[in-house]
């Protein structure tokens, strides 16, 4: 019993090393799925991508309270004998259940099934047009995916625990994608319906193990070269020798959520927000991006999104509040809009943009550099 107890806490204030790609990499490969979304329903879900960004560490943040929800972020694939053997498990739940038995299954993490559990939810949510749980179920689809394309998610090897390579996990997932993650480029084009969702999570994850020796010998490269696993040195070393397969794993984990959000919106008859109601996301029904480039010389881009004609106006105000700038003041159609702020005269430092539609208003902050 005490060892029982030694290891819930372990996975209680210890298991975020082990999940996720850390909130930086969940955030980035949420926010760009939308990206990949086919245009029909790009033109209506666009206004997601900071959403499923916010959201995208939601199901991380769930273990420290829910005992069901850790299995769900990764599988130690490589325990399962059939694998080993041919490189494939039995993909049907049941089956596998009644090979190994529950207990092992589970222990093992169940990650495909709870990709595939949520997408079927987010697809009966679509129906019911519950837009507010569809958003945070997609957040969900997007982080397991997400797990699904971290390497070390799908490994008994999770953490170079059985090669002497001991906190390779958080190193590379968190410290290294923290300090690098700007370098990474996203390539987008339209995701395909997925007639087979079992065949199509299975394949990623059986295609993503094949970097799990990639990255340990880069850990051992790096690691050799600075003569350390902390210092500047070791992480350029790491990010040298992975960020090919680390820019490929990022640019597949969003287009593979994108499809899989498209798959579930298409199965539940493709429905678009059409009434404010319907579309009353959070905080409000419009949205504000956020400015690129961020921080700026002298000019930004400002986008925003509304559902229905509305009335609206854009300032900029300096951080004392003072207005300094109208970029629009007038009634525009539904749509996604895109305007410039050109700032030659002002001084560097902090200001702020302001949509206002119809009385409701959003607001962000941009940072002006000479």
């Known amino acids: 019993m005490k060892n029982k107890k030694l290891l819930f806490l372990f996975l209680l204030f210890f298991s975020p090393l082990l999940f996720g790609w850390g909130g930086t990499g969940h955030r980035i490969m949420n926010n760009k799925a939308v990206s990949f979304f086919p245009n029909q329903m790009q033109q209506h879900f666009l206004f997601w991508a900071d959403s499923l960004s916010r959201h995208a560490s939601n199901a991380d943040n769930r273990r420290s309270t829910d005992p069901t929800e850790g299995p769900k972020h990764y599988i130690n694939i490589d325990n399962f004998p059939s694998f080993v ?91 290294m994608i923290y300090q690098f993650s700007h370098l990474i480029s996203f390539t987008t084009d339209s995701v395909n319906f997925v007639t087979n969702r079992s065949d199509f999570v299975f394949d990623f994850i059986y295609k993503n193990f094949r970097y799990v020796d990639s990255l340990l010998r880069a850990d051992i490269t790096a690691r050799t070269t600075a003569g350390n696993t902390s210092s500047g040195l070791y992480y350029q070393t790491l990010w040298n020798l992975t960020k090919d397969f680390t820019t490929k794993l990022f640019n597949d984990a969003s287009k593979s959520t994108a499809a899989l959000i498209y798959t579930a919106w298409m199965n539940a008859g493709s429905p678009i927000i059409t009434k404010i109601n319907d579309a009353d996301l959070e905080p409000n029904y419009f949205h504000l991006f956020q400015n690129y480039p961020n921080p700026f010389n002298s000019t930004t881009k400002i986008s925003y999104q509304i559902p229905i004609t509305s009335y609206v106006s854009l300032n900029v105000y300096d951080i004392l509040g003072n207005k300094i700038s109208t970029l629009v003041n007038e009634e525009k159609l539904s749509g996604i809009y895109e305007t410039e702020f050109t700032n030659l005269n002002s001084p560097s430092g902090v200001y702020f943009y302001r949509l206002i539609v119809n009385g409701k208003a959003l607001t962000k902050k941009m940072q002006h550099l000479k």
């Not at 969900?140 to 001991?166: I, K």
């Open 85 to 175: 053997s041919t490189g494939r498990i039995n993909q049907n739940y049941d089956s596998l259940v009644a090979i190994h038995g529950s207990a092992f299954v589970i222990q093992q993490g169940i990650l495909p099934w709870a990709i595939l559990i949520a997408v079927d939810s987010l697809t009966n949510q679509f129906r019911r047009r519950d837009w507010q749980k569809a958003m945070l179920t997609a957040a969900d689809v997007g982080h397991y995916v997400s797990d699904g394309h971290m390497p070390l998610h799908l490994a008994r090897n999770y953490d170079g625990q059985f090669t002497g390579q001991n906190g390779i996990h958080s190193r590379y997932e968190t410290q």
